[in-house]
C-alpha cells in the first residue's frame, strides 16, 4: 500500500519551544534532541518536547556509545543539522483504517478480531513515537481529530521515520535500576538503548544465563486469571481466554519470549508506564522501540539482567 509522502516543513518549530544547551554553544530545542536521539536508536519515550529522566538517559547513552565528551560537537554528531524536526504529513485513509476497538473487559477483548487502535491521534502516537498531547499541540488548528473529512490533511509530526536499521546486536542488557535497555555489539559497545518497565514490587524478574528464544511478531495472548490473582475482575473470568493481536494486545505488536519460560521483552499498550516497575515480571517497551529491537536480535541472543 502506497505511503503518504513526508514533505519538509519549513519552520523547525512550530510552537514554541525548551531549549537544551548540549555544550558551550550548541544550544538546540528539545524536540530537536529527542528526534535525532530517536532516529539514532536511543529511544525517548514519547517525544513530547519535555526534558525529562529519559531524554537525558537517551543522550548519556548515545555520548557512551561514541565515547563522547561535552566539548565534542553533539550537533554534529547527532545529525541535528541535517533535517528538520518536524515535517509536514498528510492523513490517509489507511490511517483510519487502523482504529478500531479494544476492549478493557477481558472477555469482550476475546470477542473482537484485532487489539486495534481507538482513535486517530492514537494511530499517529504510535507511527510518529508522539504522545498525542504533544500531537496536538503542534497543530492547534485541528479541532476534531475524529472528523470524516480529514483524510488528505496536512499536520505536523515529528521526523523520526528515518529509514535506517539498526545493526546486528550481539548482547542486549537490561539495567532494571535505570529502566533501560541497551543493545551492545561484540565490542560490549551501545548501539541502541530504550526505556523499558520492570516486574513491579514483589514480582519476580528473570535472572541467569539467559536469551532470546522465540521471536514472534503480531502477537496474540493468553489470558489466565492466575496471573492476575490481585484482580478481582480477571478472577471472575473463571478461565483461560485468546486476546487477538494488535497494538492494544496486552503485549502489544512484537514478543521476543526468553529462555525462561513465562518472560519476555515485549511491547505494550500503555506507552506512557514505560521506565518504571510495572510488569508482572517481563520487559517492556514502547511498541516502536520493541520493533526496533526485534530486527536487532536472534533467537539465540544473550540477554543479561543487572540491577534489580
Known sequence: MKRAALILFAALLPIAARTRDLAPGQFVSVVELQVALDRHGFGVGFIDNRDGQKTQMALADFKASLNLSDSDDLRGKLGIRDYPAVVEYEITQQDLDQIGQAPADWIEASRVSAMACESLSEVLSE????????LHRLNPEIQDWNSTNIVAVRIRVPNVLSGERLAAAAKIVVDCARYRMRALDDGGRIIASFPCS???EGKA???????VATCAPSPNYTFDPKIYPESPRAQKVGG????????NNPVGVYWLGLNLPGFGIHGTPHPE???RRES???????????IRLASMVTCSTPVEVTGF
Do not use: M, Q
Open 273 to 275: 508506564t514505560i521506565g
Open 127 to 134: 507511527k510518529f513515537h508522539v504522545s498525542e498531547d504533544y
Open 205 to 211: 524478574a528473570p535472572t541467569g544465563e539467559l536469551h
Open 198 to 200: 520492570v516486574a513491579r
Open 240 to 247: 483461560k481466554l485468546i486476546i487477538p493481536p494488535g497494538p
Open 280 to 290: 508482572h515480571g517481563c520487559f517492556r517497551l514502547t511498541n516502536w522501540d520493541i
